[in-house]
């Protein structure tokens, strides 16, 4: 029995197992891919997964796309759209898919690479390889986006989740995005979980995982390491859980940055048992002055940093480019936020930072059980608030800042 049909075999059993009932399985090379790296097999996915999506629904048989092992498929930048017949639809990704490099994605869709839109009860799951291709893309200075002064240094997306209630994405491996590797957006009742994602930890823009809109959704188990944020949550989003993520090189685990969209609001997020090591920032949140909204039932438990610049910070002045910086009385509302049982080493000195609105203070704030050194023995750590409201306890270095 070869490869393939011992990872078809395996996934027969999963199903079977799993009381999900039978499959029709469409194989990209049956519908002309080529899986040789260097022909474009768009077309041939776009067919098997129109079959796929399109078939008509039987009792109890669940679509499968196959993606099948020791296969490099070229794709260049498509959209896989739904609604599908069946309420459930399944992507089996055992071989590696490439993008093309940028000068290739001329007159192309510039959004994202990989476009899910409107699929429901998607599925992708295996061992395969999402190459982004990203360094073609990577500026070789540092570099910000500045759109209102024509500068944008962020390339597309990886892959991109729009309104795909029920998604399921478990097992494979996204390397290099061009800009985000992965944008769930719209989307509620999402579950990621047994992910790598890697890109140099300088590479510009390629945040792991960003949350936009969406409500319900669980990132869990999972290897990160990239050039900005490992998780980032912004506006329209509730009822996060994050958990057993391990993230570094990286920008942190991030509420935001909100304020820039008029009225933005998330609630309800839960970050828990994470570690991160070498990160630029480890938890925080961050406000642009001007703002409206709130960020609200927001707690950090159980968190690991190992030598991370800034571990725990409140930013409400979060300006990247630090210049032409807003400073306007208005600004988003953050409330009931919660670091618990954290622990660590930093490499800087300030390694607690709650720097509040100027004239909306931060409310019910809580530490509990943080303790947080220095990387260097020699070195001290401290703690600094502006206008944050709220308790510390068994917490050190002290934080003796934080009002009543």
Not at 199 to 212: Q, R, V
Request: net charge positive; charged share 15%; proline share 5%.
């Amino acid at each position: 029995m070869d490869y393939d049909h011992v990872i078809i075999f395996l996934l027969l059993s999963w199903i079977a197992s799993s009381a999900i009932g039978a499959t029709n399985i469409y194989n990209v090379l049956s519908y002309g891919a080529v899986g040789n790296g260097k022909a474009d097999d768009s077309q041939a996915f776009l067919k098997a997964w129109n079959a796929a999506c399109q078939a008509p629904v039987r009792s109890g048989v669940i679509p499968v796309v196959y993606v099948p092992a020791k296969k490099t498929f070229l794709l260049d930048p498509l959209t896989f759209k739904g609604p599908c017949k069946s309420s459930r639809i399944y992507m089996l990704v055992s071989g590696n898919i490439v993008a093309p490099v940028k000068t290739a994605w001329s007159g192309k869709q510039v959004e994202g690479w990989i476009i899910f839109t409107s699929v429901n009860g998607l599925i992708i799951k295996g061992k395969g390889v999402f190459d982004g291709k990203g360094a073609s893309w990577w500026p070789s200075t540092p570099c910000y986006n500045d759109p209102a002064n024509g500068v944008l240094c962020k390339g597309p997306a990886g892959m991109i989740f729009r309104r795909c209630d029920g998604l399921r994405l478990d097992g494979f491996t996204k390397i290099n995005g061009p800009g985000s590797h992965m944008v769930i957006m719209s989307t509620n009742d999402a579950v990621v979980s047994n992910l790598i994602i890697i890109a140099p930890g300088d590479s510009p823009n390629t945040d792991a995982i960003d949350i936009s809109g969406s409500t319900r959704v669980q990132i869990r188990n999972s290897f990160i390491a990239t050039g900005d944020d490992c998780i980032a949550i912004t506006a329209g989003s509730s009822n996060i859980d994050i958990s057993g993520i391990t993230c570094g090189p990286g920008h942190g685990i991030s509420i935001g940055s909100l304020g820039g969209g008029g009225l933005d609001v998330v609630e309800n997020v839960r970050v828990r048992n994470c570690t991160l090591k070498n990160t630029l920032t480890g938890v925080r949140i961050k406000t642009v002055q001007g703002g409206k909204g709130y960020a609200r039932k927001i707690s950090f438990q159980g968190i690991k940093f190992e030598a991370v610049d800034n571990p725990i910070q409140i930013e409400q002045f979060y300006c990247p480019l630090q210049q032409n910086c807003r400073n306007d009385t208005s600004s988003v509302a953050i409330s009931d936020v919660t670091f618990s049982a954290i622990s660590g080493t930093s490499i800087a000195e300030n390694v607690i930072s709650l720097k509040c609105s100027q004239t909306n203070a931060c409310k019910n704030i809580r530490l509990d059980r943080v303790y947080i050194k220095p990387s260097n023995p020699k070195n001290k750590v401290s703690a600094v608030c502006f206008n944050a409201h709220g308790i510390a306890t068994h917490t050190k270095p002290a934080v003796k800042c934080l009002l009543p």
